[in-house]
């Protein structure tokens, strides 16, 4: 039997520029992005009809699995929701270790825009690395998609989340990068969304080490103890 090869159609643009710290679900944070279509996608043509629909579906591809080339199959995975340390069944996870390469999320619908000859599909909620390769874009169904009583085993609830809190020389960064225009107050919400699911690996639970983090041109070192996280420095 024949592989299924499937075309990109564009590529996500995101402030999240590496692995380490995106949400492990979409919507968890509410941060604006947008898919860059590629030829012969790029026709507005294509979008006719999608501003009656608020959420789409995005399949899209773990470009940056180091294992999305093995040929071993691995049949069970340890979720970070179980602490890293319990094993689990693979296909009753999202993990991205899987035998086929692919994610799906659903995210809010902000506009279609032709920008030069470029067409542009701005989301929110999105939880994709940037140039994450996207698949195939569909509406979300509210009727069908949407299942009130549904039970998500260990994953039922909502993470908690940790409030955020500024040192005094982190403070001092934002403040300067805020008066330049480097930094905007939107890009400073997500970050902090960001920040309160505690990005760091399950396992891992040292109160004094300070972590770092690429997200929209910043880097951003930060230490996380058990009621918050404290910025404690902000780069460009």
Do not use: C
């Amino acid at each position: 039997m024949s592989e299924l090869k499937m075309p990109i159609i564009g590529y996500m643009k995101s402030p999240y520029r590496e692995k380490f710290g995106i949400p492990r679900q979409p919507n968890l944070v509410q941060v604006e992005s947008y898919i860059e279509m590629v030829e012969p996608y790029n026709d507005l043509l294509a979008f006719e009809g999608i501003e009656d629909f608020s959420h789409l579906w995005l399949i899209w591809q773990f470009h940056e699995n180091k294992n999305a080339n093995s040929t071993k199959f691995r049949p069970q995975v340890r979720p970070p929701r179980l602490g890293g340390n319990q094993k689990i069944g693979v296909f009753a996870t999202r993990s991205m270790y899987r035998p086929s390469p692919m994610g799906l999320s659903v995210v809010q619908l902000k506009a279609v825009k032709k920008v030069g000859k470029s067409v542009r599909v701005y989301v929110v909620g999105s939880d994709l690395l940037d140039g994450t390769p996207i698949l195939d874009i569909k509406p979300y169904i509210q009727y069908s998609d949407a299942v009130m009583d549904a039970q998500s085993g260990y994953a039922q609830d909502e993470p908690e989340r940790k409030s955020v809190i500024w040192s005094e020389h982190a403070e001092q960064q934002k403040q300067a990068f805020l008066t330049k225009g480097s930094l905007t107050e939107q890009l400073r919400a997500e970050l902090e969304q960001v920040l309160s699911l505690d990005p760091r690996p399950a396992y891992q639970h040292d109160d004094e080490r300070v972590y770092g983090m690429l997200f929209g041109g910043l880097n951003v070192k930060f230490q996380v103890s058990k009621q918050h996280v404290l910025i404690v420095e902000i780069s460009q």
